[in-house]
């Protein structure tokens, strides 16, 4: 099993973030392209539809060849890894943007996400969270708060269903990132991990899509199709979630989840330049307090403390 030992290699630790940061930079433009999919031609359903129907015939010859692992890992925890990287975390996180702008799922959605992962790592796996950390995780939220701002409390405009849908899609991924943790100590391997999440969700979700859920595929542009497939089924379902295991098999769950704070602040850069949006002041406020939240609650200011 990959060690929680707060003493984790400066090495160790400077590759676990890299993958960490590979799969948060793949995280931002999935909010962006799923607020454009959903507002525009397509449903949440299509989305959910498009991403798993690829992903999964992609990733099938390695479940054919390497099974189920339902013995390697057991069945519950092999179903909280489905849900929690499956069609009901995709389903609740892409519903909320029918609600909420990206920029809300960009802050609450990673933004929370490592405050319920460190809950679930301290109550199921034990993970020790230095002082240090706990106050980057502290940090976080308040950076996000200053992100979304009085949309928060702007009840009249809708966005608190978006907010509730947001926090729970939080929950199942932290969910997954825990019980990952645990099954990759029973040699349940990154790759294997998104096969099987990509298989069993197509499996069971695209005939009940067919046959029950309304779907707007055939009105929607191919070109939006295309990008939305190859983007959903191999960049996100494939390639950051093999990213992101590999930083929670390295860092821990409650280390490796703490990158994910990093999107929102990485989205709001990236807009400046591709969509002309210049940040208020205040939102350096809230960019300069999830920054060094991140900073203290992954680790990096105590594996630079021994390189000392």
């Given at each position: ?19 960490g ?18 507002t ?7 989305i ?25 890992v057991g ?8 849900a ?15 609600f ?29 969270i230095?002082?240090?950390r ?17 949309g ?17 899609a ?5 969910s ?7 099954a ?11 096969a099987?999440?990509?298989?069993v ?11 029950w ?12 199709l295309?990008?939305q ?6 960049f996100?379902?494939?390639v ?45 406020i809230?960019i ?21």
């Amino acid at each position: 099993m990959p060690s929680t030992d707060p003493t984790l290699p400066p090495a160790s630790y400077v590759t676990g973030a890299l993958w960490g940061l590979f799969a948060i930079s793949i995280w931002v433009g999935w909010i962006l392209l799923t607020r454009f999919g959903v507002t525009t031609s397509l449903s949440p359903f299509d989305i959910t539809a498009l991403r798993f129907g690829c992903a999964g015939a992609l990733l099938l010859p390695i479940v054919i060849r390497q099974g189920f692992a339902v013995r390697q890992v057991g069945l519950p925890l092999l179903a909280v890894i489905c849900a929690g990287a499956g069609v009901p975390y995709v389903l609740i996180a892409s519903g909320g943007l029918q609600f909420a702008p990206a920029a809300h799922a960009g802050a609450l959605i990673p933004g929370t996400m490592p405050l319920w992962t460190a809950a679930l790592a301290m109550l199921f796996l034990h993970e020790p969270i230095s002082e240090s950390r706990r106050v980057g995780l502290l940090l976080i939220p308040v950076g996000i708060v200053i992100f979304v701002g009085a949309g928060l409390t702007d009840f009249a405009a809708g966005w608190w269903r978006g907010h509730l849908l947001f926090l729970l899609a939080a929950l199942c991924w932290a969910s997954f990132t825990v019980a990952m943790r645990r099954a990759g100590a029973k040699g349940f391997t990154a790759l294997h991990a998104a096969a099987v999440v990509s298989v069993v969700s197509a499996a069971w979700y695209l005939p009940v899509y067919a046959l029950w859920l309304p779907h707007r595929l055939a009105a929607a542009p191919w070109s939006a199709l295309i990008i939305q497939t190859v983007y959903q089924g191999v960049f996100v379902a494939i390639v950051s979630l093999y990213a992101y295991t590999r930083a929670v098999g390295i860092l821990g769950a409650s280390l490796g989840a703490s990158f994910a704070s990093l999107v929102p602040v990485l989205a709001m850069l990236a807009a400046i330049p591709l969509l002309g949006e210049t940040p208020k002041p205040v939102d350096y406020i809230g960019i300069a307090a999830v920054t060094l939240g991140v900073f203290l609650s992954s680790g990096a200011y105590q594996a630079m403390a021994r390189r000392r």
